[in-house]
């Protein structure tokens, strides 16, 4: 029997210009070559958006190894700063180039390539579910979240889940995410009195409001860290105001700051002091301070574990590398999976993601296909 190449599949991906939210022909792809080898496929699309789910085995059984992962890339930028094609995943050197080559359309055709080679070489007493979003680089408010939704109703769990993401800085085997820091970003609006700047005692000027502030936020310290989290920060990202006169004290200010934050808030938490630092400036300065927030994900954690040994082991005998198990970087939709079964993420070497001229090392995706094997073997041993 022939075994499934990683590699092919990678290319034949990338080849599928699946800018989020676009299919571009890469989840109909998947869906043909799992269909084939024996894997109930059902699409769970929603709102614009596709999203494949496929399962070998009976379902609802109580040992069912799950792995996520999507197919939507971020745009290519400047076309012109490309050395090869975006989109024809060439590979040079041992190196494939292409938008998706490492963030994750290697990661979907190694997880893929090694479940459909474990099945059919060595059928499980159990079941093996894939759920592909084309929504994780967008809103993802209809990816992974549609799939869950989608299982739910079906009747459809997983008992674990592993998701595919770059989790490596440097090196293949290095790190493992066991949880992920909650996103918030806030967006201020300070209105005040338009005056001339040589009258200021006319005038209430939002900018000396929004630059206290801003101040205030960013030196305040949230937190020193927890067991398992690095300390939380907050950045100012954008301070606007748009005025071209300097003779005219405005009428309104805008700000934003993000927020990546460990297990010690919440989301609510968080706003809850947000707002009121804006109301004791409105309450000084006398300045009308609106706020908005939007919560991209609570912070979590799957403690070390059953699962986490289980990658670990299986990471350390394919790379002689004793992985760390880590909760840095930004959000990955294991955020949604958390409240599903316990999730933990592996995969490639992430430097060159979201970068003019992505690229993979091709002998890293054979070795990432070996890796997921090794963890289906040894989960259903």
Known sequence: MTATDPVQLTADLIRCPSVTPQEGGALVLLERVLTEAGFSCARADRGGVCNLFARWGDKGHDRTFGFNGHTDVVPVGDADAWTRDPFGAEVVDGVMYGRGATDMKSGVAAFAAAAIDFVRQTPPDGAVVLAITGDEEGDAIDGTTALLDHMEAAGERMSVCLVGEPTCPNHMGEMIKIGRRGSMTAWFTVTGVQGHSAYPHR???????????????????????????????????????????????????????????????????????????????????????????????????????????????????????????????????????????????????????????????????????????????????
């Open 203 to 381: 005038a209430n000027n939002p900018l000396t409001g929004m630059a206290r502030l801003m101040d205030r936020l960013a030196r305040h310290t949230l937190d020193e860290g927890s067991a398992h989290f690095d300390a939380s920060t907050l950045a100012i990202v954008t301070i606007d105001t748009g005025n071209p006169a300097t003779n005219v004290i405005p009428a309104q200010s805008r700000a934003a700051v993000n927020i990546r934050f460990n297990e010690l808030h919440s989301g609510a938490s968080l706003t809850d002091w947000l707002q009121g630092e804006a109301d004791r400036l409105s309450e000084e300065l006398g300045l009308r301070v609106e706020m908005e927030v939007k919560i991209s994900g609570e912070s979590f954690i799957t403690p070390p574990g059953a699962l986490s040994d289980l990658v670990s082991a299986a990471v350390q005998t394919e790379t002689n590398q004793l992985p760390e198990l880590s909760t840095t970087g930004g959000t990955s939709d294991a955020r949604f999976i958390k409240a599903h079964c316990p999730v933990v993420e592996f995969g490639l070497v992430g430097k060159t993601m979201h970068q003019v001229d992505e690229c993979v090392e091709v002998a890293q995706i054979h070795q990432l296909k070996s890796i997921y094997t090794r963890i289906l073997q040894d989960y259903f041993a």
